[in-house]
């Protein structure tokens, strides 16, 4: 692995380490913005290994889901992660009123602890 990808999944990790802090505090909207980006990052930690960046979300969304879902590299379950955490996130961070439970900070946490823990093995 080399030095950029290492570092992208140590943030990945310590993102998904906040997520459970906030988790645990009750902090629910915020506990899945750090889900999310704790999947993000690992997404990233996978384009560093290709040596590709885009400056945008969507874009390294994209790439990902074109050269790792749909080439079968990761389950199709990784790609409704993603994008379930980046709408859900989206929906925390911009939309007035919007209501998050345990339940659903649960959800992500877990999705992303499974997900950081599937692209570790894959970049090992």
Not at 59 to 67: C, D, K, N, S, W
Request: aromatic share 16%; charged share 30%.
């Amino acid at each position: 692995m080399d030095n950029l990808s290492k570092y992208r999944l140590e943030n990945a990790e310590e993102k998904l380490e906040s997520a459970r802090i906030l988790l645990d505090a009750g902090k629910y909207k915020d506990s899945i913005g750090r889900s999310y980006y704790a999947i993000f990052s690992a997404v990233r930690a996978v384009l560093a290994k290709d040596k590709v960046d885009f400056s945008k979300h969507a874009g390294v969304i994209a790439y990902f889901q074109r050269e790792y879902i749909k080439t079968e590299v990761f389950e199709k379950k990784y790609s409704k992660y993603l994008q379930s955490a980046f709408q859900i996130r989206n929906s925390c961070d911009y939309d007035d009123f919007f209501i998050v439970s345990k339940q659903d900070a649960e959800e992500q946490y877990q999705n992303a602890k499974e997900f950081c823990k599937t692209i570790k093995n894959y970049l090992i």
